[in-house]
């Protein structure tokens, strides 16, 4: 689905006085919204590129200036990238009075090409090679969230301690445990629809205080443009109602964690080419093959899915985090399941990714390995029936930490032809200083457990 502002109407809300505001937003390593917001005048006087520091893409999510990046670093001065408008992008936003935004995709000063280890250039590039074979990549993610009664600014002074969530008990599926919450879901809903983002429906999920919020599929890089603008929507419209709201994927470790499923076809000629009614489920060789790559580089695609230290820790028996990189039929006990089967809506859902995931990084890898499975008319093995988590025999596990992961990401041949080297080896320095960080912290557990007793 486009955005919902042309650049036409822009201009005719800007004279008028309706929007004062554009905001012009790359996307970060983290999948965060970094930019400018310009003065409505000027950007339709001037609306196609403006400049960001080459920091922004060598981050930590406090902001750090991390050091060992080949892109960027003090040697090197931190200079510019341009950031160019995807006039296409334009939408409102309803929940911020007078505001309007466009998505940048950012540009080399010297060599005018994409940054390659920009979230949205990787994107474009897996939907480029894709286009070749002659397929649209359809896409769409699922998001879960907490609710949390307190306000961020509340909760950073207090050190996120005695947090308390919005519900008392499980609401999943709840209409009435879920009517507390209807002032912010409600205004989520129809501020992300007021966006141009065609909202389906929000509800209640397995643990207190926890919810999901579900769009209509779009092409991939309109799922992962709308992805990061309803995180970004939830968190600012709970601050409007005095709350918060986190996609950490593991808030505490006696709860449910929160997920982010991505459901993936393709299509070709306007149709789902998934789509086989006379193949067993429904499903076509293509989508077998497309299966097959996923399963087969599914280790290396797990950084992309889970990239924190925090992330492994939704990896739990019994509460519908994966544990197995397996397929199956609508079993939720699977990292991959085949949703409508038998019906020209069946599609791949990869279970994996947790909420902290970066869209844009996610669908491409994913993008990455199942076209890899169709050039290499790579067999798809049976599926897997029963539970998973009790599953004991030579069955493809999840990693189980960031280090496994990041170790299975750098021996990826396909991830290093497919996305580059170089891009590759920004995301490892990302994972090797989140790990830097996490050995360096004394947690709250090594206190309790050791203070008196070690």
Same mark, same amino acid.
């Given at each position: ?14 004279? &008028? !006085?309706?929007? +004062?505001? *554009? =905001? ?7 999948? @965060? $919204? ?41 040697? &090197? !001065?931190?200079? +510019?990238? *341009? =950031? ?7 939408? @409102? $936003? ?361």
């Amino acid at each position: 689905m486009p955005a919902n502002l042309d650049f036409d109407a822009l201009k005719a809300a800007v004279h &008028s !006085g309706e929007i +004062d505001t *554009v =905001m012009v937003a790359l996307v970060d390593m983290q999948g @965060r $919204l970094q930019g400018k917001r310009f003065h409505a005048a000027h950007f339709i006087e001037n609306p196609h590129e403006t400049h960001c520091c080459n920091y922004l893409l060598a981050t930590d999510l406090e902001m750090e200036t991390v050091q060992g990046y080949r892109a960027t670093s003090w040697a &090197s !001065g931190y200079g +510019d990238y *341009v =950031m160019k408008s995807d006039l296409a992008t334009l939408r @409102r $936003l309803p929940w911020i009075p007078g505001t309007a935004l466009c998505f940048a995709d950012l540009y080399d000063h010297n060599t005018h090409e994409l940054v390659p280890h920009a979230p949205r250039s990787i994107l474009r590039r897996q939907i480029t090679r894709a286009e070749a074979m002659g397929f649209t990549p359809m896409m769409a993610t699922e998001l879960e969230f907490f609710l949390f009664e307190q306000g961020y600014k509340d909760l950073f002074d207090a050190g996120y301690r005695d947090l308390v969530p919005t519900a008392r008990h499980n609401v999943d599926y709840g209409l009435t445990g879920t009517f507390a919450d209807e002032p912010v879901m409600r205004d989520l809903r129809n501020g992300l629809y007021g966006a141009g983002i065609p909202v389906e429906n929000s509800k209640g999920e397995a643990e207190a205080g926890q919810h999901e919020i579900n769009v209509k599929y779009s092409d991939a890089l309109d799922t992962a443009d709308m992805h990061v603008l309803i995180k970004a929507a939830t968190k600012e419209i709970s601050q409007l109602h005095g709350k918060s709201a986190t996609f950490i994927a593991k808030y505490a470790h006696g709860k449910a964690g929160s997920s982010s499923h991505v459901h993936q076809s393709l299509f070709r000629d306007g149709k789902n080419a998934f789509h086989d009614p006379d193949a067993q489920h429904g499903m076509s060789e293509l989508m077998q093959h497309y299966m097959a790559g996923q399963l087969a580089h599914a280790s290396e695609l797990t950084y992309f899915l889970a990239p924190y230290v925090n992330s492994y820790k939704r990896f739990v028996t019994g509460l519908f985090a994966p544990t197995k990189a397996i397929w199956s039929i609508d079993n939720r006990t699977a990292g991959f399941r085949v949703c409508g089967d038998n019906t020209k809506g069946v599609r791949v859902e990869c279970r994996i990714g947790g909420s902290d995931l970066n869209p844009y990084l996610a669908c491409a890898v994913l993008l990455a390995a199942g076209l890899t499975g169709i050039e290499k008319k790579l067999p798809l093995e049976p599926a897997f029936s029963g539970d998973a988590y009790a599953a004991q025999a030579a069955v493809r596990e999840i990693p189980k930490t960031l280090g496994a992961a990041a170790e299975a990401l750098n021996a990826s041949q396909m991830l290093r032809t497919q996305l580059g080297d170089e891009v590759v080896d920004h995301y490892l320095r990302a994972a090797a200083w989140e790990l830097e960080e996490q050995n360096r912290v004394v947690t709250d557990w090594e206190l309790a457990r050791g203070f008196e007793r070690a």
